[in-house]
């Protein structure tokens, strides 16, 4: 099993940039491709990014394309999301994820982001 931290939410206002972390323990966190997801109120939960366990290839939601990066540094066993332009819309609950195959197995308990006009 592995368990994630997530961190690095806040208040921002449109067009700031905030960095989310999420940090693994108690397994091997090479072992798992990782995601990011977000929830806000109302609405179901949405994929945001996926980095594999290498991090040579990566994949976005399409209204986060061209202003999020995910990476990872699998030393500190950390997967990060780097959020420019930020608009008040990506305001949400994030949650990191780690997957074995294709399912994600285990979840963080999420950040907060809300982004004002």
């Known amino acids: 099993q592995v368990q994630l931290v997530e961190s690095g939410g806040g208040l921002v206002q449109a067009g700031d940039s905030l960095r989310l972390s999420c940090a693994a323990s108690?397994?091997?966190?090479?072992?798992?491709?990782m995601g990011w997801f977000r929830q806000a109120p109302g609405k179901e939960r949405e994929f945001v990014a996926r980095?594999?366990?290498?991090?040579?290839?990566?994949y976005y939601g399409d209204s986060v394309k061209g202003r999020f990066t995910i990476s990872r540094d699998n030393a500190k066993n950390t997967v990060y999301l780097q959020m420019n332009s930020l608009k008040p819309e990506d305001t949400a609950v994030y949650y990191c994820?780690?997957?074995?195959?294709?399912?994600?197995?285990?979840w963080g308990q999420g950040t907060q982001v809300t982004v004002s006009p």
């Open positions: 980095i594999t366990r290498s991090g040579g290839s990566t």
């Open positions: 108690g397994s091997t966190f090479s072992r798992y491709a």
């Open positions: 994820a780690a997957s074995i195959i294709s399912a994600y197995d285990f």
